[in-house]
């Protein structure tokens, strides 16, 4: 089986019943008309904010939407036939994206056209649902035609111009893409909001006073599609000690639109990425290295205090070799085969319990545990990807925590997280034993050494 879906591009003016509209609204309204066409086939669909169709839970398209002035852009697509592993393999995404459950879960979450209605409906037929649909969604007439680039069909506006349907382009969800020009260490931070994730990554000048290049980004809704660019435009060449103040200064004179995110998340995500640099002094690690680590407080605490109080050692079992007796138990011997008898070492240098974490479940009976102890935080290494997929479990312990990034093989590039999720993952991950000793180093002692 192959994974097909049928995708257009829509490109209109915004109409002229929608300028009261949000981006938000918009394309809800545009969903709801791919949502009427599908109906025409037979399928009862549900949109979900903000922007998937599902039929009983489960997803069958994704739209999106930008606006660039008066005109909009309307891209999306429905799934025809989906091989759930061959196309997570491909594209390489956390398949905890679509269920906590991973490729059991994913298969949970989707559906297909094939799936609904017994067979794939011929792509004429589709499209004309489609533009049927979209058509009395934006209160226009549809008429046959063609384009240069070919389309599989026109609408007309009613006033002798026209908009194209059927032509499937590549719409860049925007990540925190590198500045080619600059080779130099950039720090880099992730902020997860209820709208998306946001992403920022800046470049520094040689004296480290001003910010030499700037991108934020994410996978998230926003209006006009172009204010983070000029934010960034805003931002260059900035002093590090005036990036909030501009910021604020430029988020308050532009109007815009943010989908379940704030002016404050983009001051967080940027605020994060400027710690770096601290963390960098404090650790005595490359640029490099204070990017891998992710500081989380409550109450906004630097990483020097959140340190301070840790109380406990996290380790995640993937680090263990899986021929070790204790991969899926907690504890080591510290025979010295692995990163992680280093970690337990450190622990038990500085007087801090080590703990294996088995599964997902048994990190969070720990997290319980420790809130029960009164413990308030916690040194710890995991991936990143697990990070921004158990996001919740992390900020819901209320824990207090400096994480860092494992590397080599780990569950979500293998596409294995069901796997890890049980425990039952095979491969290893490895530890950056050099910034783990650089952080435990700012741990104050709480038993006398016993060794070197
Ligand atoms: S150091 Fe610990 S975890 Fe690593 S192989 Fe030895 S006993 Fe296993």
Same mark, same amino acid.
């Given at each position: ?63 999106? +939407?930008? *606006? %660039?002035?008066? #005109?909009?852009?309307?891209? @999306?697509?429905? !799934?025809?036939? /989906?091989? $759930? &592993? ?110 998306? +994730?946001? *992403? %920022?990554?800046? #470049?520094?000048?040689?004296? @480290?006073?001003? !910010?030499?290049? /700037?991108? $934020? &980004? ?235």
């Amino acid at each position: 089986m192959w994974t097909t879906r049928l995708a257009w591009s829509l490109v209109l003016p915004v109409p002229g019943s929608w300028r009261r509209r949000g981006l938000a609204g918009m394309l809800e309204g545009l969903c709801g008309g791919v949502a009427d066409g599908l109906r025409r086939l037979g399928l009862d669909l549900r949109f979900k904010a903000p922007n998937d169709l599902e039929i009983g839970g489960r997803k069958i398209a994704s739209c999106y +939407l930008a *606006r %660039a002035g008066d #005109g909009l852009l309307f891209h @999306g697509s429905v !799934l025809e036939d /989906v091989d $759930i &592993a061959r196309t997570l393999k491909a594209l390489r995404v956390p398949t905890e994206k679509l269920s906590p459950n991973g490729l059991a879960g994913a298969r949970q979450r989707l559906t297909t056209l094939r799936q609904e209605l017994g067979d794939v409906p011929p792509a004429d037929v589709l499209k004309a649902a489609l533009a049927a649909g979209l058509s009395a969604s934006l209160g226009l007439a549809p008429v046959p035609g063609t384009a240069d680039p070919p389309v599989a069909g026109r609408v007309d506006r009613g006033d002798g111009r026209d908009i194209g349907i059927g032509r499937a382009i590549a719409v860049d969800a925007g990540d925190a893409g590198s500045d080619a020009a600059d080779d130099a260490p950039q720090a880099e931070a992730l902020w997860r909001t209820p709208g998306g +994730l946001l *992403r %920022a990554r800046l #470049g520094f000048d040689a004296d @480290g006073h001003r !910010l030499a290049s /700037v991108r $934020i &980004a994410g996978d998230v809704l926003i209006d006009p599609i172009d204010l983070l660019d000029r934010l960034e435009n805003e931002l260059r060449g900035t002093p590090i000690a005036d990036v909030h103040r501009r910021m604020a200064r430029f988020l308050a004179h532009e109007p815009f639109e943010f989908w379940r995110f704030s002016g404050d998340d983009l001051h967080r995500v940027v605020r994060r990425a400027l710690d770096r640099l601290h963390e960098r002094r404090l650790f005595e690690v490359s640029l490099e290295q204070a990017n891998r680590l992710t500081v989380m407080d409550p109450d906004g605490s630097p990483a020097e205090d959140i340190v301070g109080r840790a109380a406990v050692v996290l380790v995640p079992y993937c680090a263990k070799p899986s021929w070790c007796k204790w991969r899926h138990r907690d504890g080591c011997s510290e025979c010295g085969l692995c990163e992680v008898g280093e970690a337990y070492r450190l622990g038990r240098q500085r007087g801090l319990p080590v703990v294996t974490i088995t599964d997902y479940e048994h990190l969070c009976r720990t997290f319980a545990a420790l809130r029960r102890r009164g413990v308030e935080g916690f040194i710890g290494m995991c991936c990143q990807n697990f990070f921004i997929k158990r996001h919740r479990a992390f900020r819901d312990s209320g824990l207090s925590m400096v994480l860092m990034d494992v590397t080599g093989s780990n569950c979500y590039e293998l596409g294995q997280e069901e796997a890890a999720y049980r425990g039952a993952f095979e491969a290893k991950a490895d530890l950056d034993i050099p910034l783990l000793r650089a952080v435990m180093r700012r741990v104050p002692s709480r038993t006398p050494r016993t060794d070197g």
